[in-house]
């Protein structure tokens, strides 16, 4: 039961190519939006599709398979935990986040 804690799973699409950072401690980071849609139908029976977009991270071996093989637009499957931070902006403001922190993906649909 400890494992479903703080248990993310998402299936979407890229909303642009993965951003590759590598770190001055050789650690490999990449980062990327996810869009997942829900579909229903409203009252007069039309269908309704609303997208809601994720920050996504992944680090190390999970980082070096994304910039490899992910590209934008592609469907994938991810398995991750939610983790929050804040920064501060160059005006000073502090701001938060709330991020995906993935562990595993599968590829759902061909490399474009």
Known sequence: MSTLKNHVQLM????????????????????????????????????????????IVAWGKTASIIETYVKKGQEILLRGKLTSRSYETKEGEKRYITEVNCSEIVMTTPKA
């Open 12 to 55: 979407g699409h890229l909303g642009q190519d993965p951003e590759v950072l590598n770190l001055d401690s050789g650690k490999k980071l990449v980062k990327f939006s996810l869009a997942t849609n829900d579909v229903y139908y409203d009252s007069k029976g039309e269908k309704v599709t609303n997208t809601h977009w994720h920050n």
